[in-house]
């Protein structure tokens, strides 16, 4: 298995990128690719945001699994387009101290899942 750093250095080679290439495609900025592919802040829990990693799979033509596995993220469960949609319409329809509430009780489920793997 790659960390994120020889992943990305794996891809470039495999299809001649540029890191250029590759921030272009994600829409992640180069300096941003190019400290993830020096090292810094690519894996363990200050490493990418989640959505910075499925952005990256999408422009790299990866999995999101393959991506997550390599910045060492828990791999998220698989969501449709239907079940965004209703969780961001529950979400909206709670108020400032309920969204807060949920927000750091998923924060905190999101530690714990962390901590076990």
Do not use: C, N
Not at 96 to 107: F, H
């Amino acid at each position: 298995m790659d960390d994120l750093a020889a992943l990305i250095k794996r891809l470039m080679d495999d299809k001649g990128w540029t890191l250029s290439t590759l921030a272009r495609r994600s829409g992640i900025p180069t300096s941003t690719l190019h400290s993830w592919k020096s090292g810094d802040r690519a894996t363990g829990s200050r490493g990418p945001s989640p959505v910075l990693l499925r952005k990256f799979a999408e422009g790299a033509g990866l999995t999101v699994a393959e991506v997550f596995e390599a910045a060492g993220r828990s791999i998220p469960a698989p969501m449709d387009d239907d079940a965004e949609r209703r969780f961001l319409h529950l979400y909206r329809t709670l108020d400032a101290e309920d969204r807060r509430i949920l927000e750091t009780t998923m924060q905190a489920m999101s530690e714990r899942k962390k901590s076990r793997s």
